[in-house]
């Protein structure tokens, strides 16, 4: 059960992630941050504000939905071919503890790489105090759209 | 395949449910309104902002799925007894279509109600030149808390 | 909230749906029958045998999962070229209630057909004495392989 | 992200597994084998027969959804007090490769074991000239039932 390795199609893989990440206007509103992206794997970061927090002090599930559903897609798309974009087809979420901490921590790794279809699953973390706590785990589908780039239109 | 209808265990189900909505921050930074609440059902709207948007200009995934599952467990909390909270265990969410539009309506209905668990459904709809567009679909599992106040800590 | 309706691509579906089933073992094993197919819809059922059940006496969520699968799987199938099959990619089923009767009834429908995607969704109920209890509730995300005969290798 | 360890709260978990396994008549109907339990973790196998293929000689994925379902159950089941019986919530599961090979290894994992629910998750390999391919992945949500004994009624 050791996680597979990678070898991404496209050299560029890491700048054309970084570039999607920051043309992606909701990850600005909620100050998500891109933490680290590998052939297979991607991090995003979320610091705690309490803008982002539901009912009970502690970050929305909407935040933590879109960090951990982002941190996944791009695992997924860093093995893409070049000219190629991503989508979310679905994707299942557990919250499995209150994401209590100064920051959330995502990370997403890709289970599958198929030639239309890849799998994917994610893990979030609520930082406190030094120590992750797991708050949500997830799994996902992704369509790989070949010869569509990943531009605003 | 009809609908079920259910009757309310609180009387005030109605105030309970917009007093939480009114106490989530994220649901106000994203600008979501709760615009219907009955018996086992719940609609929130989300009017469309550039801020919301992933990187092709439609409304981002995490604020889609920040809404329906939302809509999906307030419909559950309109059948909790008096004192109880409702906490979502876990959801599975399907992007159909493109969330292009206005507005985003979301809709959330209980399948079925126990004691402890209850599973709900709910749909996403882009409304765009008076038209509404099927663009996710999910389905959700709520854990129910007896005596545990939904109110801030 | 009405259920949409669909147009068949191929005016043999019933035709195409039945022989497909009538080609699957394990559908035999379990002693399933296909009881219904119509655009978009599919309802198969699968009469009580204490060798179905877990350790309780239910049919065991195995079996359940097997027919529901099947029935959303056929109901998409129904609405497929001539000439395409189909797979299924990933579901998600809620077991709501003990599979406590004579006979289970899954019901498969449409959600959104696409051209590379179908998402479905899927009820399975409990006959006992007469009355129909709803037992599980599924959705699920199919791809359509064009040009790919549902034949045996 | 390594494997959480756990201790089992039942010293007599091992026995109880292999007690409830042998009291599912479905197992046996489809020729599933018990091959490992640990604690938070469970492996069941099963043989390729010729009765257990869908339309095209693989393994259907009702029998594989039910040996994974049963895999991840078991794993939650082996952490669970004496005297508790575990139920299966709701599973989410992709199938990402043909079940293709003479047997079928399904292997669960506790990812977070709470006192009322568990979450785990599970892949399935087929087995073919000594390699193991990944033919599908899971996510599982368990409920613990406390002072239910697993026993048939």
């Not at 979310?88 to 289970?111: C, H, S």
């Not at 239309?116 to 979030?124: C, E, K, N, S």
Request: net charge negative.
């Amino acid at each position: 059960m050791t996680a597979p390795t990678f070898e991404p199609k496209n050299p560029d893989y890491a700048e054309r992630v970084r570039s999607s990440f920051e043309r992606q206007p909701f990850m600005a509103l909620i100050g998500a941050e891109l933490t680290e992206i590998a052939p297979g794997r991607c991090e995003i970061q979320l610091p705690y504000r309490p803008d982002l927090a539901q009912q009970h002090g502690f970050v929305h599930g909407g935040a933590l939905g879109g960090v951990i559903d982002s941190a996944m897609g791009y695992a997924g798309y860093s093995l893409a071919p070049a000219g190629a974009s991503v989508l979310t087809v679905e994707y299942k979420i557990n919250l499995v503890a209150p994401a209590d901490g100064e920051r959330i921590i995502a990370r997403g790794r890709v289970v599958r790489a198929g030639r239309t279809l890849t799998v994917t699953r994610g893990d979030a973390y609520a930082l406190k105090d030094g120590v992750e706590t797991l708050c949500a785990t997830a799994q996902q589908t992704l369509m790989i759209l070949a010869d569509t780039p990943d531009e605003p239109r």
